[in-house]
């Protein structure tokens, strides 16, 4: 099985950037669909990004289309999520998540994930 480790969260002021980081261990990388999640106390865990294998396929929530971009480097084992023109509500404990699947599919819904990683907190002020 795989182990996910984020980094990159911060303090920002609104309209900064950050990218977030999520290093795999344990398997084959690129046998993973990949995928990028926050939550916020007392709500569900909500969709943000997620990433084909071979990294040639995306799918964005709609709110960070065109500010975030999401991709990986199967030589280095890692899953990267640039964001950018960052918003107060963009605020958030970020989670990535792995998938083994063959087929080209990506699944919106936490319960299709089966690893996690511990999260990295991202801080928007305005």
């Known amino acids: 099985q795989v182990q996910l480790v984020e980094s990159g969260g911060g303090l920002v002021q609104a309209g900064a950037s950050l990218r977030l980081s999520c290093v795999a261990s344990?398997?084959?990388?690129?046998?993973?669909?990949m995928a990028w999640f926050r939550q916020v106390p007392g709500k569900e865990r909500e969709f943000v990004a997620a990433?084909?294998?071979?990294?040639?396929?995306?799918r964005y929530l709609d709110s960070v289309k065109g500010r975030f971009t999401i991709s990986r480097d199967n030589a280095k084992n890692t899953l990267y999520l640039q964001t950018n023109s960052l918003k107060p509500e963009d605020t958030a404990v970020y989670y990535c998540?792995?998938?083994?699947?063959?087929?080209?599919?990506?699944?919106?819904?936490?319960?299709?994930?089966?690893?996690w990683g511990q999260g990295t907190q991202v801080t928007v002020s305005s």
């Open positions: 998540a792995a998938k083994v699947q063959l087929l080209t599919i990506l699944h919106t819904n936490t319960r299709e994930y089966d690893y």
């Open positions: 344990g398997d084959t990388f690129s046998r993973y669909v």
């Open positions: 990433i084909s294998r071979n990294g040639g396929i995306t």
